[in-house]
């Protein structure tokens, strides 16, 4: 069925009000939360997560960490069939700005593998996204991060791409209806109602990448399942640039391929 140009205007019109919320001035924070240690500049940055707590040294010496580079000839592919990926709805979550990032604390979902099974810890954002999928950069990156009970981690990512027609995934509309409302480091507010549904589809229609890797923050531990859907979301400037405003940038560099000497020790012995 064909979408007429009209309509498509209008979904994006109301996306965009969606977006700013119904009030001509923005709602005050719902409350405070602790602003994470690490970021991404200078010292507090990526090339020096090691030197700000002794249980980053994965961050400098491990060897299958992420994000990566995503090679869609040599990456291995996961079966649909065995990746379940449900997540309730949900009528509010508490939604954080922790100085590093974007997150959305959620934890009545979860993930079954062929493996293991995991429950939804919390969602967050990166700013451009972190992964590349041939060499390609995109705006933005979203991980839905799951632990199971022995403490094992997967990672369920898609990235995003600004939509052409202006369209983005409501579930993503309502998480980001009142993010003026945490602009600062260490504030919190609550999210419109999240209908998963429509993501679960997405994920399940789509080839999904796997890979054994790391967290892409402090303390980058490793052994971490990764699985990310091989289809962007759509994503809408209005959306993108209000997320940005608040992001900034927040993404962790390329590391080398997997298996290879960490990319902090081999410019270290370059350097020596």
């Known amino acids: 069925m064909k979408v007429s140009a009209s309509i498509l205007t ?10 700013r ?5 923005p709602r005050s924070a719902d409350g405070k939360v602790a602003a994470n240690s690490f970021n991404y500049t200078n010292t507090g940055g ?10 980053n040294s994965a961050c400098s010496k491990g060897k299958n960490q992420s994000p990566i580079v995503i090679d869609t ?5 996961a079966k649909a069939s065995d990746i379940h990926f449900h997540v309730p709805h949900a009528n509010a979550a508490k939604f954080e700005n922790l100085g590093s990032g974007l997150e959305v604390v959620l934890t009545n979902g979860t993930l079954t593998t062929k493996d293991n099974t995991y429950k939804l810890a919390q969602f967050h954002f990166h700013t451009p996204s972190e992964h590349r999928i041939n060499e390609e950069y995109y705006p933005m990156e979203v991980h839905f991060v799951f632990e199971s009970s022995a403490s094992d981690i ?8 600004l939509s052409q027609f202006g369209y983005s995934t409501p579930l993503f509309d309502n998480v980001f209806a009142h993010i003026d409302d945490i602009a600062s480091p260490g504030t919190y507010t609550m999210t419109n109602n999240l209908d998963f549904s429509a993501l679960t589809g997405h994920l399940n229609s789509h080839g999904i990448y796997q890979y054994s890797g790391s967290l ?3 303390p980058c531990s490793e052994s971490v399942a990764w699985f990310l859907s091989t289809e962007p979301l759509p994503l809408n400037v209005q959306s993108y640039n209000a997320v940005k405003h608040i992001l900034k940038y927040n993404a962790r560099y390329t590391q080398n391929a997997l298996g290879q000497d960490n990319l902090l020790e081999v410019a270290a012995n370059e350097l020596n």
């Open 10 to 19: 209008f979904v994006a019109a109301a996306s965009a009000s969606c977006l």
């Open 21 to 25: 919320g119904t009030s001509l001035l």
């Open 46 to 55: 990526p090339l020096n997560w090691y030197g700000l707590d002794s249980a």
């Open 73 to 77: 000839e040599d990456i291995d592919y």
């Open 154 to 161: 997967a990672v369920v990512g898609f990235v995003f791409e």
């Open 216 to 218: 892409t923050t402090p």
